[in-house]
């Protein structure tokens, strides 16, 4: 093998250190290059060349994000009208069957890809006409007037709520509808 071969070092340059690969030993310091200055009209332009490319780099990137999220709001919107056909197609199936598997005292069916919940809401009375159910307070249920004459139905005592459920056909004479108990079906696959 040749001598000369045999003894050369395999020298790296690290953080502009020279480093003997074999030793980890520092050889010596690089020399560094001379950094580039605007020191005359041409470096000038060269650098406005530059800057003015990047601007126009960020500025077609914008152009193309832009693009794209218009793409995807339309992409979405796509997805929630088949989302909305599957629940107009399939939420009355779905909660018959869910209902037919639930689990005895469980008010929630659960799948691996979603779940069927079904909840009670109570009767309770809304207001249809603002006026009417205003006559009707001022002489029947003043504590259910807000000074500033809005009919809080949330104050409506509660006897003269059971009453209005009693007797439904009293509260549009009030300017009231009772809304009958219903049960609500919520249907969700845990992706928001």
Request: hydrophobic share 40%; glycine share 6%; proline share 5%.
């Amino acid at each position: 093998m040749d001598q000369s071969l045999e003894n050369k070092a395999v020298i790296v340059e690290i953080d502009g250190y020279r480093i003997d690969a074999e030793t980890g030993e520092v050889v010596s310091i690089a020399t560094p290059k001379p950094q580039f200055t605007v020191s005359d009209e041409s470096a000038a332009e060269w650098v406005l060349e530059r800057m003015s490319v990047e601007d126009a780099e960020i500025g077609a990137l914008e152009a193309r994000r832009a693009a794209l999220l218009q793409n995807m709001e339309a992409m979405i919107g796509d997805r929630k009208r088949r989302l909305g056909y599957l629940h107009f197609r399939f939420d009355n199936e779905l909660a018959e069957y869910a209902r037919q598997h639930l689990a005895k005292g469980k008010k929630t069916w659960t799948a691996p890809f979603g779940s069927v919940a079904f909840r009670t809401k109570p009767a309770n009375v809304k207001v249809t006409d603002e006026e009417k159910a205003l006559e009707a307070a001022r002489t029947r249920w003043p504590e259910a007037i807000k000074t500033t004459e809005k009919f809080l139905i949330a104050s409506l005592p509660a006897a003269a709520k059971a009453m209005l459920l009693e007797n439904p056909d009293e509260a549009p004479g009030a300017g009231l509808e009772v809304v009958p108990e219903v049960e609500t079906i919520s249907i969700k696959t845990g992706v928001s």
